[in-house]
């Protein structure tokens, strides 16, 4: 029982820490000021700097929760005009819904991981943060082969990555939006979320790797003191 508490209690800090890393980046909106600066955005998606910020701000702020709608009006080609339409706003519904649910996951292994350390002192595991060392070890071994492919494939061909991940998280075609008429995907366009990918899987590594340290530090202090 002490070995499937661990690896549930490994498997749950590799949630929260992804779950909650993808939240911090992707409500970063400094990240999204550099992005648009960077990739020249206001001239490639004909939109104002200052409009594409508070667009971007509405936006997010609508996906938080924080707000319960996403009419934002800016100047596009210097006509002032509804930012979004109806496509990409139904669109947004799906990833508000996948953001929330991802949340419900982080919340639930965090609870999960809480009760089962507590059983596992209650019932007097003395070695149980060894056993989380390990456990945690052979997790994030096998995370970071699965992350190595990934990346290779977002190097190689970032679309067809993107594209699974539509797929295999939505089960409609909203998320396919065509530049022409729609204001989002020119705001943040493929290089946009190639940045962001790689700055969340950096992040993500490095907290897992601090984790890491710290668990093998406890592990050997203890194993000093017994």
């Known amino acids: 029982m002490k070995k499937v508490f661990s690896y549930l209690i ?42 594409l910020v508070n667009s971007m701000d509405v936006l997010l702020d609508y996906l938080r929760g924080d707000r319960n709608d996403m009419i934002v009006y800016g100047t596009v080609d210097n006509e002032y005009r509804e930012i979004f339409n109806q496509r990409e706003k139904d669109h947004m519904v799906d990833v508000r819904d996948l953001y929330h649910n991802a949340n419900r996951v982080m919340i639930t292994a ?29 997790v994030l071994l096998i995370l970071m082969i699965i992350l190595a492919s990934i990346g290779l494939l977002c190097w190689l061909d970032f679309n067809s990555f993107w594209t699974q991940f539509h797929l295999l998280f939505f089960r409609n075609d909203l998320w396919l939006l065509n530049p022409k008429t729609d204001l989002l995907i020119r705001m943040v366009p493929e290089a946009f979320f190639l940045d962001l990918v790689s700055v969340i899987a950096i992040i993500f590594a490095l907290i897992n790797i601090i984790i890491f340290v710290v668990l093998n530090y406890i592990r050997r202090r203890t194993l000093r003191q017994l």
């Open 10 to 51: 490994a498997v749950a800090i590799i949630i929260i820490t992804l779950i909650g890393t993808v939240n911090y980046v992707c409500f970063d909106r400094n990240f999204y000021s550099y992005e648009f600066k960077k990739l020249n955005i206001s001239a490639s998606s004909s939109i104002a700097f200052d409009d």
């Open 110 to 138: 965090a609870i999960t991981s809480a009760v089962i350390l507590a059983i596992s002192l209650f019932k007097h595991y003395e070695d149980i943060l060894s056993a989380i060392y390990h456990a945690y070890r052979n």
